[in-house]
Nanobody, 124 residues
Framework: QVQLVESGGGSVQAGGSLRLSCEAS????????MGWFRQAPGKERTFVAG????????YYADSVKGRFTVSRGNAKNTVYLQMNSLKPEDTAVYYC?????????????????WGQGTQVTVSS
């Protein structure tokens, strides 16, 4: 059974940093594109960042470009999201997701498996 478990969320002040991790099990990790999404209260879940199977390609939402960095360690079955220069508008529950394919997509329905999410709260 596939499991994606996020960790690393918390509360920080604006301008601070957090590093999220997502450990996968029950799937062939290196065969999956990995994505990070977020959902703020009362809003839809939206794409944040994605990384190719090898880690050689990444893609970011415009709102986080230059501040967030996605990476992966295939030997550890883990994907990471380094978040710097955090803003109050980054406050949301962050989810990782796996897509059994070659290319990064931004739509939630393109992803096959999801974690339970981790809360990130940024105060001004």
């Amino acid at each position: 059974q596939v499991q994606l478990v996020e960790s690393g969320g918390g509360s920080v002040q604006a301008g601070g940093s957090l590093r999220l991790s997502c450990e996968a099990s029950g799937l062939i990790f290196r065969s999956n594109v990995m994505g990070w999404f977020r959902q703020a209260p009362g809003k839809e879940r939206t794409f944040v960042a994605g990384i190719s199977r090898s880690g050689g390609s990444t893609y970011y939402a415009d709102s986080v470009k230059g501040r967030f960095t996605v990476s992966r360690g295939n030997a550890k079955n883990t994907v990471y999201l380094q978040m710097n220069s955090l803003k109050p508008e980054d406050t949301a529950v962050y989810y990782c997701a796996a897509r059994y394919s070659e290319d990064i997509r931004v739509a939630t329905y393109e992803y096959d498996y999801w974690g339970q999410g981790t809360q990130v709260t940024v105060s001004s």
